[in-house]
């Protein structure tokens, strides 16, 4: 994927999501804090947890999920992707 400013806050209720950073730097705000993440690095973002990712420049990342897992989980709205597009 390639994020370049702010995503929205959401969560996934049934599964995990891991953000592996491919090139770039990005940030994922927390309800209690963020984590900042470079090149290389990778998180874990547990089912259930608000999250919302933050590039200030764009960043390519790698997300693992499930198939068919909604970008926008609970949040829905403008910023979710075709269910038959890889983003």
């Known amino acids: 994927m390639k994020l370049e400013g702010d995503f929205v806050w959401h969560n996934h ?11 770039g ?3 994922i705000a927390f309800r ?8 290389g690095e990778m998180i874990v973002v ?3 947890t608000d999250h919302k990712p933050y590039a ?3 960043c390519r990342a ?5 198939a068919g897992t909604r970008n926008t989980g609970n949040a829905g709205g403008l ?4 269910g038959s597009v890889w983003i």
């Not at 995990?16 to 090139?23: A, H, N």
């Not at 910023?79 to 075709?82: F, L, N, P, R, V």
């Open 79 to 82: 910023m979710t992707a075709d």
């Open 13 to 23: 209720k049934d599964t995990d999501e891991v953000f592996i950073v491919i090139e």
């Open 46 to 48: 547990p089912k259930g």
């Open 32 to 39: 209690d804090g963020s984590v900042d993440l470079k090149a």
């Open 25 to 27: 730097e990005m940030s």
């Open 56 to 58: 200030e420049k764009e």
């Open 62 to 66: 790698m997300l693992v999920e499930p």
